[in-house]
Protein backbone atom coordinates (compact mmCIF):
# COMPACT_ATOMS: atom_id res chain seq x y z
CA UNK A 1 0.00 0.00 0.00
CA UNK A 2 1.61 3.21 -0.82
CA UNK A 3 -1.21 5.18 1.21
CA UNK A 4 -2.43 3.11 4.18
CA UNK A 5 -3.16 6.26 6.52
CA UNK A 6 -7.07 5.67 6.66
CA UNK A 7 -8.72 2.40 5.65
CA UNK A 8 -12.73 2.33 5.95
CA UNK A 9 -14.19 -0.92 5.19
CA UNK A 10 -18.15 -1.33 5.78
CA UNK A 11 -19.88 -4.69 5.11
CA UNK A 12 -22.23 -7.23 6.07
CA UNK A 13 -22.27 -9.76 8.78
CA UNK A 14 -23.23 -13.15 9.19
CA UNK A 15 -22.91 -16.32 7.16
CA UNK A 16 -24.45 -15.25 4.21
CA UNK A 17 -23.01 -14.92 0.54
CA UNK A 18 -23.02 -10.95 0.82
CA UNK A 19 -21.23 -10.94 4.23
CA UNK A 20 -17.84 -10.35 4.82
CA UNK A 21 -17.62 -9.33 8.74
CA UNK A 22 -18.52 -11.91 11.70
CA UNK A 23 -18.55 -11.88 15.13
CA UNK A 24 -17.04 -7.85 15.58
CA UNK A 25 -19.28 -7.20 17.97
CA UNK A 26 -17.10 -9.90 20.32
CA UNK A 27 -14.25 -8.13 19.47
CA UNK A 28 -12.62 -6.08 22.49
CA UNK A 29 -10.44 -2.79 23.20
CA UNK A 30 -6.76 -3.93 22.77
CA UNK A 31 -7.95 -6.91 20.31
CA UNK A 32 -5.16 -7.00 17.94
CA UNK A 33 -6.72 -7.17 13.61
CA UNK A 34 -4.67 -8.34 11.28
CA UNK A 35 -5.57 -7.23 7.18
CA UNK A 36 -3.71 -8.36 4.23
CA UNK A 37 -4.18 -6.42 1.37
CA UNK A 38 -1.60 -7.06 -1.82
CA UNK A 39 0.62 -9.69 0.06
CA UNK A 40 0.93 -6.81 3.16
CA UNK A 41 0.19 -7.73 6.36
CA UNK A 42 -1.10 -4.49 8.44
CA UNK A 43 -1.48 -4.67 12.17
CA UNK A 44 -4.13 -2.64 14.06
CA UNK A 45 -5.11 -2.57 18.02
CA UNK A 46 -8.78 -2.09 18.61
CA UNK A 47 -9.17 1.77 20.00
CA UNK A 48 -12.71 1.69 20.93
CA UNK A 49 -15.97 0.89 19.34
CA UNK A 50 -19.55 2.15 19.27
CA UNK A 51 -23.18 2.36 18.31
CA UNK A 52 -24.31 4.86 16.01
CA UNK A 53 -28.09 5.06 14.88
CA UNK A 54 -28.74 3.90 11.23
CA UNK A 55 -29.43 6.91 9.07
CA UNK A 56 -27.11 5.97 5.82
CA UNK A 57 -24.32 7.85 7.35
CA UNK A 58 -21.70 7.24 9.33
CA UNK A 59 -20.01 9.84 11.37
CA UNK A 60 -15.99 8.99 11.72
CA UNK A 61 -13.72 10.60 14.27
CA UNK A 62 -10.49 10.66 12.45
CA UNK A 63 -7.35 11.38 14.29
CA UNK A 64 -3.68 11.53 13.25
CA UNK A 65 -2.62 8.19 13.38
CA UNK A 66 -2.65 5.57 10.89
CA UNK A 67 -6.24 4.00 11.08
CA UNK A 68 -8.81 1.03 10.27
CA UNK A 69 -12.52 1.77 10.70
CA UNK A 70 -15.18 -1.33 10.37
CA UNK A 71 -18.27 -0.82 10.32
CA UNK A 72 -21.44 -3.25 10.29
CA UNK A 73 -25.08 -3.62 11.31
CA UNK A 74 -25.24 -4.12 15.20
CA UNK A 75 -26.57 -7.86 15.79
CA UNK A 76 -28.13 -6.88 19.31
CA UNK A 77 -30.03 -3.36 17.31
CA UNK A 78 -31.23 -3.35 13.61
CA UNK A 79 -31.73 -0.15 14.12
CA UNK A 80 -27.92 0.73 14.73
CA UNK A 81 -24.72 0.19 13.24
CA UNK A 82 -21.10 -0.91 14.59
CA UNK A 83 -18.57 1.29 14.12
CA UNK A 84 -15.11 0.45 15.26
CA UNK A 85 -11.62 2.34 15.43
CA UNK A 86 -8.05 0.38 15.61
CA UNK A 87 -4.69 2.03 15.43
CA UNK A 88 -1.86 0.46 13.64
CA UNK A 89 0.98 -0.95 15.23
Known amino acids: ?3 DSLIILAAHSGYG ?12 TG ?10 KLTYILKKSEEQNKTGKIEI ?3 NTKQLILTTCSK ?3 TKQLVI ?3 KI
Open 76 to 78: SDK
Open 61 to 63: VKD
Open 31 to 40: DKIELNINNE
Open 85 to 87: YCK
Open 17 to 28: KLAYFNRLDELK
Open 1 to 3: LTN
